[in-house]
């Protein structure tokens, strides 16, 4: 441990691109702006309790002190280990030390959404041209990824059953020939394409290892349930390290316990509903593209499942392929799996019916639902799928479900978001998919079954929900 004596001599070299002093943690952003750009150089440290003329004062640590910083340190994408150290340095009085060291195969690094570098001892938002660059370069990496080997693991480190269950299941369902079949293990890795002059891949890691740490630690789910909005309030929270079907089996039973189930019953059918809060399968088809599509190159970064009060969101790291908007992903867009050989193993499991689809089936699984559709956004190097849990049953109710189609519903869940709005507002919200022509009389249905108002008259015209 780290004792005054050291901690003078440290300071005692002044500031510099990898050293910087701050006073208190009254300033925590622009320290955790530093820690970003020390994270897309070549690392660093911040000592705070240091005046900037060198001299040691300390400050006071409570709990609410460390419970701030671990929340500044969340706000790193992708994950990285941030070190951070309580030095005691009088009575009461600490110095905290926080050292950043950088995963290279991880750049960029983002903190709060943004970029940040070193500019020798000054930290600069980095330029959106600079923070471009070092995607390309990183995403050449990526490609290669799922086709590099290791010679730490061997065929017993994998999971036999779960690798001749891929055979079964391909060739039951149609999606392998009868030439794959095989009862050896190590032949059916080799007509998957999982190995490569007998080393195994990196895929074969990520699909089956049975314990992937501590060489592979991106081959992780982490699971959380917050009581509020935001990460103050932890009810429930756990980080499962495992291959791609024991984190889909954990994903599911952390929902199990978590997702409500709201029984009603319709008008003039005897059967009771069950009604979740958020749309199970689309939540799965979520998680499965997180497995399939995620950037393993980054080593700190697992696959998030989070459940908040208002809604429910899945996160992985890296983003969409060149050529492909958000916009794209709600109609029939090109397929470009980041991980080919992964995706194809989940399809002949039978796990996704085709590649290219899930974030369209997300959509209409959402609706069918009537819930809104999922919001696809895309934050630093993350991209997530929020579900919302407020939708068409809590404005319709569960009778009217049968009575409203899913373009309907569609409209719903827009005026859901956006609120009073023009026919033409609506329009370009909902995208191409519906014309203007077919909305006016999705619009006249809905006002018919008392779900949708409307006010004003010709250009003034607004369509609003009756909540």
């Known amino acids: ?12 070299d002044g500031e510099s691109n990898i050293l910087e002093f ?5 300033s925590l952003k622009s320290i955790f702006e530093t820690i970003c750009a020390y994270l897309n150089g070549h690392g660093g440290v911040v000592l705070i309790g240091v005046k900037d003329n060198k001299e040691i004062v300390g400050q006071n640590v409570s709990d609410q002190t460390k419970l701030e910083i671990a929340n500044y340190i969340v706000k790193i994408e992708p994950s990285v280990l941030i070190d951070v150290s309580y030095i005691p340095v009088r009575e009461n009085k ?15 690094y983002t903190f709060d959404g943004k970029a940040f570098f070193r500019v020798e001892s000054s930290t600069r938002a980095m330029p959106q041209q600079q923070y471009q660059k070092l995607l390309m370069e990183k995403s050449k990496k990526v490609d290669s990824w799922e086709l590099g080997t290791i010679e730490k693991y061997s065929l017993d480190d994998l999971d036999q059953n779960e690798i001749l269950k891929t055979i079964k299941e391909g060739i039951s369902r149609g999606r392998l020939n009868l030439n794959f079949e095989t009862i050896n293990a190590k032949e059916a890795l080799m007509r998957l394409k999982l190995l490569i002059d007998g080393k195994i891949t990196n895929a074969a890691i990520a699909l089956f290892c049975k314990d992937p740490m501590p060489y592979y630690p991106q081959c992780s ?31 599911e039973s952390f929902l199990n316990r978590h997702i409500s189930i709201k029984s009603t019953f319709i008008p003039g059918q005897m059967a009771r509903v069950d009604i979740p809060d958020y749309p ?8 499965v593209n997180a497995i399939c599509h995620r950037d393993y190159t980054i080593k700190g970064g697992s696959v998030s499942l989070f ?19 958000i916009q794209d992903l709600k109609h029939a867009h090109e397929s470009q799996p980041r991980n080919e050989r992964i995706t194809q193993i989940m399809y002949r ?9 899930g974030t369209e089936e997300m959509i209409k699984e959402s609706l069918a639902l009537g819930k809104p559709e999922p919001v696809y956004s895309e934050r630093g190097n993350t991209f997530s799928v929020c579900f919302k849990r407020k939708g068409l049953i809590d404005i319709a109710g569960t009778e009217l479900i049968e009575k409203i189609n899913l373009r309907e519903k569609a409209i719903i869940n827009c005026l859901l978001e956006i609120g ?25 249905h809905l006002m018919g079954l008392d779900v949708v108002k409307v006010k004003g008259r010709g250009p003034s015209t607004r369509w609003y929900l009756d909540t």
């Open 22 to 26: 701050k006073l208190s943690t009254s």
């Open 94 to 108: 600490f110095v905290i030390k926080i050292v950043a060291k950088p995963d290279p195969a991880s750049s960029p």
């Open 1 to 12: 441990m780290m004792n005054i004596e050291t901690l003078k001599s440290i300071a005692s």
């Open 349 to 357: 499991r039978g796990i996704i019916e085709s590649v290219g689809t």
């Open 307 to 325: 459940i908040y009060t208002d809604r429910l969101e899945v996160t992985s790291h890296g983003t969409l392929p060149t050529g492909i908007s």
């Open 280 to 287: 199970p399968r689309a939540i799965r088809e979520a998680v």
């Open 420 to 444: 009073e709005s023009s026919s033409s507002h609506i329009l370009r919200q909902l995208g191409p998919s519906i014309s203007e022509r077919t909305l006016r009389r999705d619009l006249k």
């Open 221 to 251: 789910l982490r699971v959380a349930k917050f009581n509020g909005l935001d990460k103050s309030d932890l009810i429930d929270s756990k980080l499962i390290s495992g291959n791609a079907f024991v984190l889909l089996q954990e994903a």
